[in-house]
């Protein structure tokens, strides 16, 4: 079955969304310490391409992977780390970094996870948000775009492991 990818969000788009989000963050944390954490894989391009746009503060990236249990696109609640981060919470400004928030569960049971890690604070910045799927509460602090109930892919998500090099948010259609 061929399939191709209709263009939901240009690129040009983003990076305009990406400056302005970096400008707000830059000025809430202007002359102190952020450490980003970034979701592997999907908040990957978002995070280098908003990490690179905040000025005047003083910036520390950590990496975490995890996966939700549960069958094909939506997530089930539990949530299982497949890497751990590498640096200690204790005393640091934590802020999120994640490609979409659907659901609500993966970022729910990972927010309480790290708060027991002793931050000073944790904020979530996402790129995408469905907030029309949302099940389970999750305060986002910083959110690009708002989308509908729709499946995307590409600036790093991906449908069973593809797509996520495209330069834009695009919808994946069958033909
Ligand atoms: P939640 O726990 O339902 O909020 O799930 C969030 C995770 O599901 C995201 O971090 C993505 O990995 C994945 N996901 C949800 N919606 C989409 C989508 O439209 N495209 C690609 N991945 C998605
Ligand atoms: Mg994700």
């Known amino acids: 079955m061929a399939e191709h990818v209709r263009v939901l969000i240009p690129e040009e788009q983003i990076e305009e969304k990406i400056v302005e989000i970096a400008d707000k963050i830059s000025e809430e944390y202007k002359g102190e310490s952020l ?11 978002f ?50 970094v994640e490609d979409i928030i659907d659901t609500g569960h993966t970022l729910n049971h990972l927010t309480k996870l790290l708060y027991n ?11 995408l948000n469905k907030p029309s799927r949302r099940e389970k509460e999750v305060p986002v ?12 892919v590409g600036y790093g998500l991906d449908y069973d492991q593809r797509y996520r090099n495209l330069p834009f948010i695009g919808v994946v259609e069958f033909d």
């Not at 450490?35 to 391009?45: D, P, S, T, V, Y």
């Not at 000025?55 to 069958?71: C, E, R, T």
Request: some cysteine; charged content about 25%; hydrophobic content about 40%.
């Open 35 to 45: 450490h980003l954490i970034c979701i592997l894989k999907g908040g990957a391009m």
């Open 47 to 96: 995070m280098c391409e908003l990490a690179k746009r905040i000025h005047d503060v003083d910036i520390s990236f950590d990496f975490m992977s995890v996966s939700s249990y549960g069958a094909g696109t939506t997530s089930s609640g539990i949530v299982k780390i497949v890497k751990d981060l590498d640096e200690p919470l204790e005393g640091k400004k934590v802020l999120i």
């Open 117 to 127: 890690r002793n931050p000073v604070s944790i904020e979530i910045c996402t790129l």
């Open 141 to 152: 602090k910083y959110s690009c775009f708002e989308i509908p109930d729709k499946f995307v």
